[in-house]
């Protein structure tokens, strides 16, 4: 498995937004993370990725923690944000380049990678523009170009279909399938609950802070005694759930 969380407690300042977390994404399978807004799915997130440190638990990430080899244990992560974050004074040439100096790749190799994605993606005769002439769609596409042509073992992509039109939402599925067959892990966050159900292959179902349940979605459906539900039908009742919890 590429992504393996154990009892991980987390958060801000102190504040435990995430309380005894665990699961794993496995490699060559899609993990839906899902969950209400403050459900703790970005801040699980920004664990992995190292942007805030556990207070209690450990992530390992291909056998490997942030504490062992920081660079090493990045290396293995490529990351999709919801919103894009992109350099004002550098080009999308510019941009691919850097990435290619951060995970250490092969120059030509990668660059030849990179303008496979560009053209599918419609940006390959954009490589000397500026992120201030790229609409929210453009500079999105660029971050899922510079994930992608990378050869992480873990991709996570947070609400990635945000300010895309649904051919680049189709593209951006393609390329998350081919990584898959590839043999990597993929963890998704997402509210498109109907796209998670058709391409995920387990789930993770976050609420309050707390796993509730975990599984394909033939387990989600035992979990939650509801042999006839979809994705959506198994998220309303946990909200129901957290609803019923806080009364």
Request: glycine share 6%.
């Amino acid at each position: 498995m590429s992504l393996e969380i154990k009892n991980l407690t987390g958060g801000y300042a102190h504040v435990a937004v995430l309380k005894d977390v665990s699961f794993t994404a496995n490699d060559g399978e899609i993990t839906g993370l899902i969950g209400l807004n403050g459900a703790g799915k970005s801040t699980t997130i920004k664990h992995v990725i190292g942007l805030l440190i556990p207070q209690k638990g450990e992530i390992n990430v291909n056998n490997m923690t942030l504490k062992a080899n920081k660079d090493a244990y990045h290396q293995q992560i490529a990351y999709v944000p919801e919103t894009p974050v992109l350099y004002p004074e550098l080009t999308l040439r510019e941009h691919i380049e850097l990435a290619i100096l951060a995970y250490d790749l092969d120059h030509d190799e990668t660059m030849a990678k990179a303008m496979v994605l560009l053209k599918k993606f419609r940006l390959d005769n954009k490589l000397d523009w500026f992120p201030n002439n790229f609409s929210k769609g453009m500079k999105q596409k660029v971050m899922i170009v510079c994930a992608f042509m990378t050869d992480a073992k873990l991709f996570i992509i947070d609400e990635p279909f945000t300010g895309l039109d649904p051919l680049a939402i189709h593209d951006l599925l393609d390329v998350v399938e081919a990584k898959k067959k590839a043999g990597a892990a993929i963890l998704m966050s997402t509210h498109i609950l109907a796209t998670a159900q058709q391409y995920a292959d387990r789930f993770v179902l976050l609420n309050d802070g707390k796993v509730r349940t975990s599984g394909t979605l033939a387990e989600l459906k035992q979990t939650f005694n509801m042999s006839d539900a979809n994705l959506d039908d198994i998220y309303l009742q946990m909200t129901k759930e957290a609803v019923d919890n806080h009364a």
